[in-house]
């Protein structure tokens, strides 16, 4: 298994996700979509789905342009729906997106599994930074999008947050073994044990 993260847009972390026969999958493309498929090009991946951790713009700006040019199937939490068609126009023109032109083709809930060539992903629902805001786990990487950084969480003051939630979301992250290496959707990777240890937000809920 090999992880390739591209930031995209400045600030977003994109994940190319692929294992020795080069089939794999993305998680959140959230800019740059020619960056995104040069790197699947050059690299000569066969994608087989797109992973979207929530429904933000600054984590599907490059979303229409790299799922056409792929002719692969969206997978997104059936809770994220209304968030991810209610875009704000100039905040995906700042992402040099476009708005979602198609709905997601699969609409997940807690605990699904999603079976890939690449290996199995599981879905864990994890809502507060948005409303149908999940974590992927594969094999032992947890994709954690906006629900848990580094030393922190994500924001909750935008429509559709939850303070209540996400720490209810953090309890249950908290619960998962302290090795899992941890990929969030901004800033740095880290693992279980060190944000139970560092972060001043999970640090609440153990």
Partial sequence: MTIDALLVGGTTNCYLVYDDAKNGFIVDPGAEPEKILDRVKRLELSIEGILLTHGHFD???ALNKVRDDLGVKVYMHKDELENFLNQSPQFIAMMGGEQPDKNPDVLLKDGDVI????????VIFTP????????????????????LFQGSMGRTDFPGGDETAIM?????????????????GHGFPTNIGNEKRMNPFMRQVL
């Fill in 115 to 122: 079976h890939f060539k690449a290996g199995d992903v599981k």
């Fill in 168 to 184: 209810e979301s953090l309890a249950k992250l908290s619960k998962l073994d302290e090795d899992l290496k941890v990929l969030p």
């Fill in 59 to 61: 984590h599907i700006s």
């Fill in 128 to 147: 507060g930074h948005t409303p149908g805001g999940v974590c992927y786990l594969y094999g032992n990487i947890l994709f954690s999008g906006d629900t």
